[in-house]
């Protein structure tokens, strides 16, 4: 099946300070990536879609200055959480789904953020 | 509006069968999926129903029924890797999934 993959896998960082994770789909285009963010012990919370050569469309509720996503390529989409605090401490997720599988969609790994 | 709801947590012995239901409420309805996700990994895919009927995948099979709005995932012969969250996730449109609050399944020896 399709690989994606995120880096990094857990990050440490300070109040006010921003993280940049990356999402790539590593045999495979994505037209469209997706990111989700999971608190413990809840489900996964789409947070926006990311769309190669065009601006996020973010879920209501989802500050799109906090979180800045950039799909630079069929390939590499990045979410970018800004002036971080520790509310924002959690797992991001992101998914690609290839267009021929209505279904399916394969999902990173994960990063772990938690802010200090 | 939409809505998911499945059960928040089913416990059964090694070698039992789990039933987990999943009834929704969404609107423009393409389908359910169904994911695994072990504690402090990523969800991965299990099955999709397209269409009304049972989908079978070696010891899990899923079920829809559209005029129902409702569907389940059955995991037979339970090995202890299994105990994990289950969750229901409807496609939305554009690719969108929108996922269940999830079901532990907890496996005892």
């Known amino acids: 099946g399709a690989v994606v993959s995120q880096h990094p896998s857990w990050v440490i960082c300070k109040s006010g300070t921003s993280v940049k994770i990356e999402c790539r789909s590593l045999d495979f285009q994505a037209t469209t990536m997706f990111w989700y963010r999971q608190f413990p012990k809840q489900s996964l919370m789409l947070m926006a879609t990311?769309?190669?050569?065009?601006?996020?469309?973010?879920e209501q509720g989802v500050e799109k200055d906090k979180f800045l996503i950039n799909h630079a390529s069929l390939t590499l989409s990045t979410l970018t959480v800004t002036s971080a605090h520790p509310e924002d401490s959690s797992f991001y997720i992101c998914s690609a789904r290839e267009e021929r599988e209505a279904g399916e969609q394969y999902f990173g790994p994960g990063t772990r953020l938690t802010v200090t | 509006g939409q809505s998911l709801e499945q059960p928040s947590e089913v416990t059964a012995v090694e070698g039992a069968i789990v039933q987990i239901n999943c009834t929704y409420q969404?609107?423009?309805?393409?389908?359910l999926s169904w994911y695994q996700q072990h504690d402090g990994g990523a969800p991965t895919f299990l099955s999709y129903?397209?269409?009304?009927g049972l989908e079978e995948t070696g010891r899990f099979s899923s079920f829809l029924s559209r005029s129902d709005s409702y569907g389940y995932l059955l995991l037979q012969e339970l090995q202890m890797k299994d105990s994990a969250s289950y969750f229901c996730a409807p496609p939305r449109s554009w690719g969108k999934f929108q996922f269940g609050a999830g079901t532990q399944v907890v496996v005892t020896p």
């Open positions: 969404t609107s423009g309805f393409y389908g």
């Open positions: 129903n397209g269409l009304d």
């Open positions: 990311s769309n190669e050569g065009s601006k996020a469309t973010y």
